[in-house]
Structures are given as C-alpha cells and as structure tokens.
C-alpha cells in the first residue's frame, strides 16, 4: 500500500520509513504539513500516519485541511502526550486511530492494517475469491489449497486489485503501489507483471479474474469477500 508519514523527528521518520517499506509498503515520509499538503494533492495514497506536534502547521490542521480537501484515506495519529484531550481533537478533526509514542512498531503495523482491511471494506486479513484466497498478514497467496509462489511486486498488485475488486485499477495507481513517487516509472513494468500474474494464476485451473480494460487499466472481476 502507499502511505505517508508525516513526522518531524528525524530518526522515528526514518524508522517507519524503513520498516514500513520492509513491511512491502511504499512510503513517502516528509517532515512537516505543507510538505504532506502538497504530497497529498499531488499524489494517491491508501493512508497517512501524522504526528500531532509538527513545527508550522499542526498536525491537527493538517488533518483537518486534508479531510477539506476529501482525502478519505484512513489517518493514523501519533501523541507524544498522551493526554486524553490530544487524542479526542484528532479523532474529531477526521482520524481513524491513534497511537501513544514510544510505540512498538508491531501494534502500528496491527492498527494500520485494521484500517487498511476496513478502509476496503473486508472485516477479516484473509480475502477470498472464487479458488483464490489471499492472506493479508501473511502477503501470501493461496490457490486451489496450493501456495502460489508471487514475487512481492506481484502480490502487491494482485492484493491491490482484489482490494478494489469489480471496480476499474488505472495503471498509475498500480505503479504508485511499486514506486516512490520520485522515481522513474516504466508502465510496460506492470503490463508484464500483470501478464506473469495471470499466468500464475490461470495455474492448471483456468482462473481468468483479471481483464484488461483498454485504455483505462485492469479489472478484477471475481467478486471478494
Ligand atoms: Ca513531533
């Protein structure tokens, strides 16, 4: 999924960088709100992580200058301070969660991906479709009861695709699952990612859930559940 972080202290930013793109996210992690305003209006993303105590722009506003600007990503708040009060302003101004620093970087990844699942509307970490079923916590696949050997940029579009089953994937929604927006992108990347992705999963059962839609992207067609 791609997030963003939003935290001043350079260490901790560094820190969820880090174990966040090792947990198989792309994350764009900035120091301050405006940096995070112009990344949100610029950019997708699947959900933010803001600390409350920004120098500038609070976190609080940013929040509130986010759900403005109908961002309806889930956001994730950090407090320093623990204090009920802190907690209460960020839920009202549009956050999803919250979480008290110093944190175990485990109960963040929990939180955020409970957001995630509900955020695409699944209540459980495995998602099913027809003969496929796909295990969030895990990022495994499993076809026919047989394990399916993806490379972690395949399963990160077929996670992406089934998130957002029956609706149609642009291209460039599914390279901003694979690369930081900084980076150079090749849109052939995907259509042979996507070509090795059907084969795996046409297997020996003949499953077809992707289709292509010319000119706009790709479509999961099973419904998931
Ligand atoms: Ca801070």
Request: proline share 4%; glycine share 8%; with cysteine.
């Amino acid at each position: 999924m791609k997030l963003l972080v939003v935290e001043d202290e350079a260490l901790l930013r560094h820190h969820l960088q880090t174990r966040l793109t090792e947990s198989g996210h792309v994350v764009e992690a900035v120091a301050d709100a405006e940096e995070a305003l112009y990344q949100a209006g610029e950019f997708n993303h699947d959900l933010a992580i803001v600390d409350l105590g920004l120098p500038g722009m609070s976190g609080l506003e940013l929040i509130g200058r986010l759900r403005a600007l109908d961002k309806t990503f889930p956001i994730l708040i950090l407090t320093a301070r623990g204090n009920w009060q802190d907690k209460v302003e960020g839920l009202a101004a549009g956050a999803d969660d919250y979480l008290v620093k110093p944190f175990q970087f485990e109960e963040l990844e929990a939180r955020l991906n409970a957001l995630l699942r509900r955020s695409s509307g699944f209540t459980q970490a495995t998602i099913v479709a027809g003969p496929l079923r796909l295990d969030l916590n895990r990022k495994q696949a499993v076809l026919d009861e047989q394990p399916l050997a993806l490379t972690a940029y395949e399963y990160r579009i077929l996670e992406y695709l089934m998130r957002h089953h029956q609706q149609v994937v642009a291209k460039e929604r599914l390279m901003e699952q694979l690369y930081p927006n900084d980076e150079e992108r090749d849109p052939n990347v995907i259509e042979v990612l996507v070509g090795r992705l059907r084969r795996k999963l046409e297997g020996d059962c003949g499953f077809k859930p992707i289709d292509t839609v010319r000119g706009l992207g790709y479509l999961f067609t099973e419904r998931c559940r």
